[in-house]
């Protein structure tokens, strides 16, 4: 069983839909947790990061974190074509930035 | 400027054969890496450096070898290549203690073994 659980998608929404992507884990040694973005045939790109459990927001993008059902997602407002790519998400138990990774999501937002 | 660079781009290649990519990041990090990307996206870390010396090494076959020679680059070199090796490799870098989380991906080096 993988540490990090992602459903693969594909996700196709409509532009301008609000878009649910999620990861579950299994060891709650995890501390940080970050969102990653790759566009086809490029390398990842960190679009959010978070530590506490909680929401973060960024923009069209919001991170959130429940430690105790191991839990974590990423909401993506106003989806827009240009969001179309992988969504990877990431964790790290806090040393040596040894992450481990979803196998991510593929997202389709449709004009 | 481009922060992670990989060498080369493809690279296609028979079994057997043995073969090198290169890295070299110019964000002055000290910290590098090697992830493998397989045909369904997963992303599994191999290899990580810190300041020259190893830090993580994954259950890699051994014909996997990396070789930092300064902090700034960090090459792979894979002998003896199977058709299980064709993935995409790609090299990242980030700063040692920082914890933003920011580790910054090469474009990638998709190796096709024959």
């Known amino acids: 069983q993988k540490e990090v659980e992602q459903d693969p998608g594909p996700l196709s929404v409509p532009e301008g839909a609000i878009v649910s992507l999620n990861c579950t884990y299994s060891?709650?040694?995890?501390?940080?947790f970050m969102w990653y973005r790759q566009y086809s045939r490029k390398g990842p790109e960190l679009l959010m990061y978070t530590y506490s459990s909680g929401n973060k927001e960024d923009g069209r993008f919001t991170a959130q974190v429940d430690k105790s059902s191991k839990y974590i997602s990423l909401f993506i407002r106003d989806s827009q074509p240009s969001d179309s790519a992988t969504y990877l998400c990431a964790m790290e138990k806090g040393n040596f930035n040894k992450f481990y990774f979803g196998s991510g999501t593929k997202l389709n937002v449709k004009p | 400027d481009t922060a992670v660079s990989q060498t080369p781009k493809y690279l296609v290649t028979q079994m057997g054969n043995d073969k090198s990519i290169k890295c070299e990041q110019n964000l002055g990090h000290d910290t590098m890496y090697w992830y493998k990307q397989d045909s369904k996206k997963f992303l599994k870390i191999m290899f990580s450096?810190?300041?020259?010396?190893?830090?993580i090494n994954e259950t890699v076959p051994n014909r996997f070898s990396p070789k930092s020679p300064d902090k700034a680059h960090l090459n792979l070199h894979i002998n003896s290549l199977e058709l299980g090796d064709s993935a995409v490799y790609f090299c990242?870098?980030?700063?040692?203690?920082?914890?933003?989380?920011?580790?910054?991906f090469g474009p990638g080096t998709r190796l096709t073994v024959l």
């Open positions: 990242a870098s980030s700063q040692e203690g920082r914890r933003e989380g920011r580790s910054f």
């Open positions: 450096y810190n300041n020259k010396e190893l830090i």
């Open positions: 060891n709650s040694a995890f501390q940080y």
